[in-house]
């Protein structure tokens, strides 16, 4: 069964750091382009990292650049999201999200909260 | 940023009626657009991609049309089940940008 599942969400004050990470199994991680989506009831869904090829494409959204860093482990499977200077707007579910070999897949969320 | 706005904000369908929801670039996507449900709680499911073709496991009754700046989604004739969020996407240029989202609603 192909499957992302992510964990590492919590509660962080303003200014923490936290790491996202994204098990995958039931595909061809390699192969496959990697990103992460935030989600908020204010802002909606947001494409806030891409990775492609082992890190050989990476982009990210204006609102995370240089404080987010995305990476992959191909020997793990695993696709993980290095958060820095955390802030309030940051708040949201994270999905991690792959497409690979035409087929879309997501993972169920975990929940970051920015908060004092 | 590619802003993406669809139309109308909430659809009020009857289950069996024909649902139309729209989705408006605004520079040149191509056919770099999909269109993903999401219900209360669970991640986005792919249900069309490239504007007209359906992802693997979604009913014939979904389709997609368009191309450049202007896409519909129609839902040919609503089942319970259909009732939730649709959300388009560009993926063509970076960021990759969402619509707001329309929520179908029953009638």
């Known amino acids: 069964e192909v499957q992302l599942v992510e964990s590492g969400g919590g509660l962080v004050e303003p200014g923490g750091s936290l790491r996202l990470s994204c098990a995958a199994s039931?595909?061809?991680?390699?192969?496959?382009?990697m990103s992460w989506v935030r989600q908020t009831p204010g802002k909606g869904l947001e494409w806030i990292s891409y990775t492609y090829g082992t890190g050989g494409t990476i982009y990210y959204a204006d609102s995370v650049k240089g404080r987010f860093t995305i990476s992959t482990d191909n020997a793990d499977r695993s696709l993980s999201l290095q958060m820095t200077s955390l802030r309030a707007e940051d708040t949201a579910i994270y999905y991690c999200?792959?497409?690979?070999?035409?087929?879309?897949?997501w993972g169920q969320g975990t929940t970051v909260t920015v908060s004092s | 940023e590619t802003v993406m706005t669809q139309s109308p904000a909430t659809l009020s369908v009857s289950p069996g009626e024909r649902a139309t929801l729209s989705c408006r670039a605004s520079?040149?996507?191509?056919?770099?657009l999909n269109w993903y449900q999401q219900k209360p709680g669970r991640a986005p499911r792919l249900l069309i991609r490239g504007a007209s073709i359906r992802a693997t496991g979604i009913p014939v009754r979904f389709s997609g049309s368009g191309s450049g700046t202007e896409f519909t989604l129609t839902i040919s004739s609503l089942q319970s089940e259909d009732f939730a969020l649709y959300y388009c996407l560009q993926h063509i240029h970076w960021p990759w940008t969402f619509g707001q989202g329309t929520k179908v609603e029953i009638k």
């Open positions: 520079q040149n996507v191509s056919d770099y």
């Open positions: 999200r792959s497409w690979t070999s035409q087929v879309d897949v």
């Open positions: 039931g595909f061809s991680f390699g192969n496959s382009d």
